[in-house]
């Protein structure tokens, strides 16, 4: 993988005014968190009730659609993608540090509050709560800026259709079509996170998957959609 | 001369719309001007030695290489490309030795820094590229595609948005970069630009290739078309249209308010003997202006004669 890239999409993502917005939108969850914390009795299931309802629905694939359809997207619509292609660079030696900044730059702005949540949260179950959840989070992170990365190249509006897949998809179709889950990223979030939490399946509503092949499910749906977005990209014409 | 780009049989079509229609071509060391109005094909031609998109048909080869497959080639080509995106939060030394280490460059800095010099942008090399003027951004784009001591140059439109300074410079380095073997194949849309820079050149009139050859040919070709000419007078218009018909120097002439249209077949000879002719009839010249002299009327008569005469 070509770090001169990786450090120049990084610095693309990264220092960037909306960047400051992703942060405060990553902390939520710790502020509920807090909230949490304050009610006397703290609810036992106050580190579910926020992964489950906010961080995983909504902060973690919102922030990683920003940053995911971005990663390729405004290197193409500003043109300097010319540059990149224009290296002795194959194509998907370009799109690999493209999307693993991508991804990185999702899990710096989503792992504060993560961690804020596993700190301030009640009900967590200790070392195997945050191992569990950190292996959920960056598989999410790297399977969800995989997926956005392929549709910014596949698609006029990638943000608008990704909220869509989040919205209509993951948040709706799913709830009450339980085989429409394993069609979806934040299901196999939810099986790897409920690893951690005794009970967990039943309070995330995770799918019955084993937490391991839940992360071995999004690690080859990462690596599935960078095959795509390489494909993709060698077939696009360029600006 | 050993062809190191070549075009062949290439046509590129965008739904309905023609790009380049089976255009084939190749040059070789020096430079090579790629002449066309804005849409006449330039840039897709650019655009598919640099391997931004596949032909529709036909074969593209850049030293022997396919540039859409083999990346290998940008080792040994360099581009300025149309689009103004650079990477706003880099300075321009960081931009040229970014650019330097992906192409392979042994010591990117130093090469970055030899290439800041040849375009004059030494001062401003530590400064962001955000804050550039165009002609900043032109010679810091020429800068990356010089630091990686490259072959073959492709230069889309190289001199725009550049001050007359900073394009007598880019001009003679563009020269030198021919005559020291690389291949340069440098589009522009105005003609007298290309004249400066170019011994031979490419002509594409919405994308066909009319014309190909020497630069001087070209304006031979230019000067041996018929011509029209604006000629003000406030007096003796009649006497002057007689002289100009009977001397054999106007094929046609049309009385207008201010004076005459006058076609011609040989414009220098109307330049010269007009003056005097002007005198004998008791015309005052108070303008002389060539009319249809600008690209578009040139390629279309180009057009026409690639027609009726094959290419020039």
Redesign the interface.
Known sequence: M?T??LR?AL??LL?RRRTILLVLAGLLPTLVALLYRLETPPPESGFEDVMGQIFLPYVLPFVALVIGASAIGEERD???I?????????RLAIVLPLLAAAALTTLVICVPGFVGCLVLAPGTNGISTAAWGLAAVAGAALAYTGLFGWLSLRAPRPVVLGMLYIVIWEGSITAFAPSARWLSVQSYARATIAGGLPGGKTTLNAPDLAPILALCVLAAGTAIWLLLTARRFN?V??? | MTDTVSFTGISKWYGDTVALSDVSFSIGAGVTGLLGHNGAGKSTAL?LC?????PSAGEVRVLGLDPKTQ?????R?G?V?D?????P??TARELVS??A????VRDPEAAAARALETVDLVDAADRPVRGFSKGMRQRVKLA?ALAHDPEVLLLDEPLNGLDPVQRRLIVELIRALGSEGRTVLVSSHVLHEVERMAPRVVVLVNGKLVAIGETAGLRELIRDRPRTVRITSPTAVRELARALVGEGLASGVRMVDDGLVVETDDVDALGRRLPRLARSAGATLERVEPLGDDLESVYSYLTAHARGRGRA
């Open positions: 070509s001169v890239v120049l610095r693309r220092y500003d043109g300097t010319l540059y990149l292609a224009s290296t002795p660079l194959r077939r014409e360029l600006p | 655009k640099g391997g931004f998109a596949r990346p290998e080639l940008f080792e080509i581009l490309v689009s103004d995106g650079l990477w939060f880099l970014t650019m280490q992906l192409r392979n990356q």
